[in-house]
């Protein structure tokens, strides 16, 4: 399954954007799905995750209560909702899967196995 990530663009402090992540080559709809992102230099950070049902979704704190992952299954897409950005979300942001059905959402990137090619999100102050 491929990959592609849209909707990273320039944008000041305290605005929005909503990221897609398009899935194309086969169904995901029993794939748990995130969103990490990375800064040159530094490791790839978990930011949000969501079960192949949506049942279960995950944040890292520094994003808890301003982003939303989302997905619809039906079209293969995986969304995430970005509001009152900071320029400390300044990054690449890539979208992931895992090929297992399972019910949790690992925050590791090693625990995925497919990656887009990543969008830049850029927040000026």
């Known amino acids: 399954v491929q990959l592609g990530e849209s909707g990273g663009g320039l944008v000041q402090a305290g605005n929005s954007l909503r990221l897609s992540c398009a899935a194309s080559?086969?169904?995901?709809?029993?794939?748990?799905m995130v969103w990490f992102r990375q800064t040159p230099g530094k490791e790839r950070e978990f930011i949000a995750g969501?079960?192949?049902?949506?049942?279960?979704?995950d944040y890292a704190d520094a994003v808890r209560d301003r982003f939303t992952i989302s997905r619809d299954n039906a079209k293969s897409m995986v969304y995430l909702q970005m509001n009152s950005l900071r320029p400390e979300d300044t990054a690449a942001y890539y979208c992931?899967?895992?090929?297992?059905?399972?019910?949790?959402?690992?925050?590791?990137?090693?625990?995925?196995?497919?990656w887009g090619q990543g969008t830049q999100v850029t927040v000026s102050s």
């Open positions: 992931a899967l895992r090929r297992t059905l399972i019910t949790t959402i690992p925050r590791m990137p090693n625990d995925y196995d497919n």
């Open positions: 080559g086969e169904p995901i709809s029993t794939y748990t």
């Open positions: 969501i079960t192949w049902n949506g049942g279960l979704v």
